[in-house]
């Protein structure tokens, strides 16, 4: 037997002589010959006839999940380093801030804010009735009014209504309290200051509850003021304010100074598994300074009046 190798498709094998090896194209041709050789028809005869197969399964409707729920007693810490309410938000993913007053942040998700949002306070669709939306809603409640908050990054529950490509905030005050059955009377309160050196900011609040097993009114109020705030460096060349006799130190962030209060009444009734609340709120910012703007909100007035209506029933929870 005389053949050749393929110096480049060489099969080795121990057994086979290294000049009687058969190359590896040399295979792959007499194996094609056979395939070659057979006529359409002994093609088709050979081919295996599968049955129908189905594959069934059933769609599941994706739940939307909250991007961040806070409850009051995590939103605590926060509060005493802010008075801007929007900044209770800023950890959470997607979620970022627009500076503008002390007390007047706009929320922004993923790079969308003011209308495009839906901002909820105890279940009422707010905005800002300022074109410049110098008064977004959540600088309606002081952050010590705040009980519980939720960011819909995205896809919102229909419960908590549609109408916002770029995300919802459901912000609640606290829920109504009410004593134990055969307690008798309960009363609670609690009072709350902060300073801070920056801007010599400085506020108080106070909340208090009575109530019974079916009654229960409450009350809280909150105040905060600050002058202008502090840079870390000298970040100006002059310390002209184009007022004249004014000026101001280098180092300092002039139009950033505020001054808010709020006040906020409940009643609450609970008969069984129902619940009818009534809440009235008033706000007073006799001043709210803006640096990125040339104009500042002044002696700024809002009340707004709450009714709603919980039932648990045995379908499900209705709420008006």
């Known amino acids: 037997m005389n053949c050749r190798p393929n110096q480049r498709f060489a099969v080795k094998h121990p057994h086979f002589p290294r000049a009687c090896r058969p190359s590896l194209l040399s295979l792959s041709i007499a194996a094609a010959l056979p395939l070659l050789a057979m006529t359409p028809a002994q093609a088709q005869s050979t081919a295996v006839q599968l049955g129908e197969v189905r594959v069934s399964a059933e769609r599941e409707q994706p739940v939307p999940q909250a991007a961040a729920e ?3 007693e995590q939103l605590m810490s926060r509060r005493a380093a802010t008075s801007d309410t929007a900044s209770l938000l800023q950890d959470i993913p997607g979620v970022s801030l627009y500076s503008a007053g002390g007390a007047s942040s706009l929320p922004s998700i993923h790079g969308l804010a003011d209308d495009r949002l839906r901002i909820k ?3 009422m669709d707010l905005v800002a009735s300022c074109p410049n939306h110098m008064n977004p809603p959540l600088s309606y409640l002081d952050p010590t009014q705040v009980g519980q908050v ?9 419960s908590s209504g549609g109408d916002s490509i770029g995300g919802t905030i459901i912000v609640e005050t606290p829920a109504p309290e009410f004593a134990a059955p055969g307690q008798g009377l309960l ?8 300073y801070r050196s920056n801007g010599d900011a400085h506020g108080a609040n106070l909340s208090a509850t009575v109530a019974s097993d079916r009654l229960s009114l409450s009350y809280s109020a909150a105040t905060a003021k600050a ?25 300092e962030v002039g139009s950033t100074a505020y001054e808010t209060r ?23 910012v006799p001043y709210q300074l803006y640096p990125n703007q040339r104009m500042d909100m002044l002696d700024n007035q809002q009340q707004r009046i709450n009714l709603r ?12």
Do not use: C
């Open 309 to 320: 209506y919980q039932g648990d029933y045995d379908w499900g929870r209705l709420e008006a």
């Open 121 to 123: 306070v105890d279940g």
């Open 227 to 251: 002058d202008n705030y502090q840079a870390g460096g000298d970040f100006k060349s002059s310390t002209a304010t184009g007022r004249a006799g004014h000026m101001l130190p280098l180092d």
């Open 70 to 72: 806070y409850q009051s």
């Open 187 to 194: 009363t609670k309160g609690e009072v709350g200051t902060f």
């Open 150 to 158: 939720e960011v819909y990054a995205g896809i919102a529950p229909v």
């Open 262 to 284: 709020n006040q906020m009444l409940g009643l609450a009734f609970k008969e069984g598994r129902h619940l009818v609340e009534a809440k009235v709120g008033v706000q007073d």
